[in-house]
């Protein structure tokens, strides 16, 4: 029990200290690249791939002479660009699934809370398990539409000679979520059929 309390409190600094040091990163991204309500200065960090026009430039080595053709996979910069309708939707929307995401938070907690005070197969704790688990599923699921509306907004607008934005894929790791909601399932049966043993009994 005692191992699991120290995981336990490791656990709560953990995500706390992970969603503080996100939510501040996130803030000063954000203050530092705004700009007027119609156009912003935007980070890019895109994936690309030379056309069939493409010429590639050449490395020399410094020691023996050689040179070998080089292309760009991935282009990073800042541009002002005109913010498209469906990204003013996502920036509206992520502010009420933000204050959800710190509920979750909070659920979280008091799971973990009331797990080192000896309550484990209840209910309640079914319930901010799913809390949390959904809401973080909901949450990356929220941040890969935005990723991809991003994507559309800067491919119709980006202009690089040679190359053809395309898209770079996804950025989380989704088995991850899907675990932790097979999991919280798992658990959810472990809490039901207790609950059929203590009547049983």
Known sequence: MKKIKILALLVIVAFVVQDLMDGFRGFTDGYREAGDSTEYNAHFNIAVRPTDTFVPDTLRSITTGAETPYWATRIEG????EQSGIETVFLIVSIPLGLFA???LYCFIRLVVSVLRGSVFTRKNVWRM???AYSTLLYALFFELMSYASYLSVATCVDIPGYEVVYGGLKNEWMTYFLLALFTEIFAIGVKLKEEQDLTI
């Open 102 to 104: 710190l509920y979750a």
């Open 78 to 81: 800042y541009g002002s660009v």
């Open 130 to 132: 799913r809390i949390f």
